[in-house]
């Protein structure tokens, strides 16, 4: 099990590394990237210092910043908007305080997220409703994972973020075969190239179980499929348009939410 203190250096060494690579670039929208990192990473990683408590802090956070830009792709009214946020911060709040009651929690929100376009009496748009309503909290509420998870899921964050940087350049300079229709930029050559990085920094991180392996290898690019999916469905480039060159939230976590599953499920 490693720990926030020791993963502390090598974040700072791969931020270092980070903008000296966007500085060399010399493309201002990777500048702009990585100013939106070097700002986050603190209170990220000052999350997970604190244990669980900030942990569930940054998870809700995620969580609900997810959903309104979930809910905003795909046009949901404010009253789903609002109870998929509530159950998503249940979750998330059982994971920190209740952990063996997380199941009963994600059942009693599912029913919550599903009542609220049967109220509506909503039977023009109710079946879409409740199926976004229903994929949003699977999808959504996997941060809460990271609070059991520890430095561990911070470790994975990371893992997955370089397995994600390394395959959008390779993919560029190798070319080939492109990984999917729902995706036709992303090639096979980066998403090789990137599950060795991301195995690469697990190992670094002194975290190379095949569990975590996986989730990086396997997890990460579906996560990126399935977003790609939703946005495509919804007639969108980017989840959003607020967070300097990344687009939305999800953008950036899309590839870690899936990690997440695939770990959950191993482990």
Known sequence: ???VAALAPY?????VLGGVAAAASRRRELMVRWCAWALGMPLVVGA??????????IAAA????????????????WPDRAMLATAVVAVVGAAWLAPGQVPRVIAVGALAVA??????GDSEHGLRRLGAGLLGLAWLGLPAALVPLGATGLALFVAVSVADITAYFAGRKLGG???????????????VAGAAAGLG????????????????AVGGPAGDLLESMIKRGAGTKDAAGWLP???GLLDRIDSLLIALAVLLVLS
């Open 48 to 57: 997970f210092w604190l244990g669980r408590p900030g942990t569930a802090v």
């Open 201 to 216: 920094t697990l190992a670094v991180l002194s975290v190379p179980t095949w569990q975590m392996a996986v989730a990086v």
């Open 11 to 15: 974040l700072g060494g791969a931020l």
């Open 177 to 191: 075969p492109p990984l999917s229709p729902l995706s036709p930029a992303k090639r096979w050559s980066g998403t």
């Open 1 to 3: 099990m490693t720990s």
């Open 115 to 120: 009542a609220v376009p049967l109220l509506s």
């Open 62 to 77: 995620v969580g609900v910043i997810g959903v309104l830009e979930y809910g905003g792709m795909l046009g949901l009214r």
């Open 245 to 247: 060159g990344s687009g």
